[in-house]
């Protein structure tokens, strides 16, 4: 019994130092457990995730979605914040690395990639016509691409016109009569020269047979007719070209047209003429859109000299602008000067007419150029990277001036012309405005999870953060930010998809190049890729489709032109990521189906760890942002369907 009663009172007084342990020297009770829970719910002090801003806790700790420490909130701002405003701790601000540059006027400078192939000076193409009815016995010229000189006999003809013509001669002056002068007029025009016409005369004799020789000289680029053959008066026997001049005829894309003038200078590249580069001049601007290709043509008019250059060949040209306000392209070289409307080489400080045509001059500013820097008004600009587009609303988001904490606003502006890494701004912004360059996508994600609009979701409302990948499948997407992936889709033929795939492989070839450290690989396959785009028909798209690709060709282009001309393969690859999120909206947006397995992949260590994605075939990661010192180093996020 003493040993029972021992056992209760060592359990007695384990239980009053327990409680005065745990209970914090508070009686054990419901008194003390009503004040523990009233101690809590009036601790105002909440801790959040500065990328999840639903995760909310009233002690600090770790994200349980992406592992980052929590963040103190502070007591909510009494100001009522607008529909598309946001505002986030400066914590949050420096975790989620968002940054913001100026809204500012300056000159943006674009270099326009342009392809096309050189083509026959049209101007320099004549027609050498039967100027009598007659009969080919000997061609000397028999086959095309014989360079002939003026005096040259092409063929040696029969013709019993030219033999009564010669008849004539002879009688009229053996008779002395008046029509001697006519006669000699016709054999003339018949082609003879003054020469055989003298020997005619002198020896009174005539030929049954006669040799045409060439007006001018060239290229022989058409025979029309053989040995053997009966011509008529005009039917054509012979064209010639001279190349000592061609035309180069390019492509123009509709968004390129904003920097390209009468009168500009081009440079270009032929393939089979490596290391050369030849200047030309803009002489011709189509108007019309060609419906097939939505490409302009754009003609270049270009010193051939050497002969290098032959029609046919394949080329890629560049022309350079600098695009002032009101959409003038400035060029000082034209200050006071007056250009020939249909020869752009004559260049006169007065004005007068074209010695060649006979046209009047026209002012350099009538032709849409601002002549002088110091007069031009620069355009409002911002970087590229401050603008969400998606169809046809551009969104930046803007920072809040004078808040007592990091805000920020989104906005939807007009854009103009992109170049230079910049976008040009007609509507929506002033000058002085701070707008958000780097974390856009992560403000917009968070308006989204609180209802509000943004620019993946311009209504507002619904689930706050949902996203629909449009079928796709997911591997790992948890792990991502999914809001830098959702975008619209459209839907559009199978034709069009299937001439799209080529751009893409020439893309693959960019990425393997990178992943494998190979500058030279990486710069000459953009000038696959430019090819590729040219054979995709535009008028397959309509509508919001055809506005969005556009916005993708002008993206595309863009960084292809940098690639293309990259010598330091670390901006190259900065470049490659930009190109890369292009590619990757244009597969999901048009819902490309490809030969091969196409993955996005991410890596979190890209860039000094901000992180990057990339598109590439394959599913064995080759990271295209480290090469051969980390090629591995990558995790495939979303894989697009075959």
């Known amino acids: 019994m003493k040993k029972y009663i021992l056992y209760a009172i060592t359990l007695i007084i384990g239980l009053v130092v327990g409680a005065f342990i745990f209970g914090g020297g508070k009686e054990v009770g419901d008194s003390g457990a009503m004040s523990h829970q009233h101690a809590k719910s009036t601790d105002s002090t ?83 016509a039967a100027w009598f009815p007659a009969r080919i016995d ?68 005539i030929d049954d047979h006669m040799d045409i020789d060439a007006p001018f000289g060239g290229i022989v680029i058409h025979k029309g007719v053989a040995e053997g053959d009966y011509v008529k008066t005009g039917e054509p026997l012979f064209k ?88 003038k392209v ?13 020869h752009p080489e004559v260049l006169r400080d007065k004005p007068g007419k074209c010695p060649i045509c006979g046209m009047k001059l026209a002012k350099a500013e009538d032709l849409g150029y601002s002549v002088a820097k110091q007069t031009a008004k620069p355009p409002l600009v911002v970087p590229t990277s401050a603008v969400l587009k998606t169809g046809k609303r551009s969104v ?68 706050g953060g949902g996203h629909d990948h449009g079928g796709m499948k997911k591997t790992g997407l948890e792990k991502m930010d999914h809001s830098e992936m959702k975008m619209t889709t459209y839907e559009v033929s199978d034709e069009f998809k299937k001439q799209v795939v080529p751009l893409f492989d020439e893309f693959f070839k960019v990425q393997s190049a990178l992943a494998n450290d190979d500058l030279k690989g990486a710069t000459g396959a953009t000038e696959a890729m430019l ?38 393969i670390g901006a190259l690859r900065k470049t490659f990521e930009n190109l890369s999120k292009t590619m990757s909206k244009v597969a999901m947006s048009f819902e490309i189906k490809f030969d091969m397995p196409a993955v996005i992949v991410h890596c979190s260590m890209a860039f000094d760890g901000k992180g990057a994605n990339w598109l590439q075939s394959g599913e064995d990661v080759r990271n295209p942002y480290f090469g051969k010192a980390m090629g591995a180093c990558g995790e495939v996020k979303i894989a697009l369907g075959k």
């Open 46 to 128: 909440k801790w959040s995730c500065p990328m999840h801003s639903q995760i909310q806790k009233y002690k600090p700790g770790k994200c349980p979605i992406c592992n980052m420490d929590l963040v103190a909130l502070k007591k909510a701002s009494k100001k009522v914040l607008g529909p598309r405003e946001l505002v986030m701790s400066q914590a949050a601000k420096d975790l989620a690395r968002i940054t913001t540059v100026e809204v500012k006027r300056q000159l943006v400078d674009a270099r326009i990639e342009l392809v096309g192939k050189i083509d026959y000076d049209e101007t320099r193409t004549k027609t050498i």
């Open 138 to 205: 000997q061609l000397y010229v028999d086959y095309t691409g014989v360079d002939v000189r003026k005096g040259d006999h092409l063929a040696y003809v029969y013709s019993p016109e030219l033999l009564t013509a010669q008849r004539e001669l002879i009688s009229a002056i053996k008779f002395k009569s008046t029509d001697i002068d006519t006669i000699k007029d016709k054999l003339r025009l018949w082609g003879l020269s003054e020469e055989k016409i003298r020997s005619i005369e002198a020896k009174g004799k």
């Open 240 to 327: 010639i070209a001279d190349l000592s001049k061609v035309w180069v005829q390019l492509d123009a894309y509709e968004s390129d047209l904003p920097w390209l003038r009468y009168g500009q200078k081009v440079e270009f590249k032929a393939e089979a003429v490596p290391g050369k580069v030849f200047e030309g001049l803009v002489t011709f601007i189509s108007p019309i859109l060609d419906p097939k290709t939505r490409t302009v043509k754009v003609r270049v008019n270009a010193d051939n000299a050497d002969f290098v250059l032959k029609p046919e060949m394949f080329v890629r040209a560049t022309a350079f602008a600098t695009l002032a306000g009101g959409g």
């Open 330 to 342: 400035i060029s000082q070289d034209l200050a006071g000067k007056w250009i020939g409307p249909m």
């Open 396 to 463: 930046v988001y803007v920072e809040v001036p004078e808040a007592e904490e990091p805000t920020y606003e989104g906005r939807e502006i007009l854009v103009g012309p992109r170049a230079g890494g910049f976008y040009i701004v007609e509507e929506g912004l002033m000058e002085g405005e701070r707008v958000v360059t780097e974390g856009s996508f992560k403000i917009d994600s968070a308006l989204q999870i609180l209802a509000k609009p943004s620019m993946m979701n311009p209504e507002g409302g619904g689930s």
């Open 531 to 568: 090819r590729a785009l040219g054979g995709i028909d535009m008028k397959l798209l309509k509508g919001d489709a055809h506005m969005a690709w556009m916005g993708d060709v002008s993206s595309i282009k863009d960084d292809i032109g940098k690639i293309a001309s990259g010598k330091d």
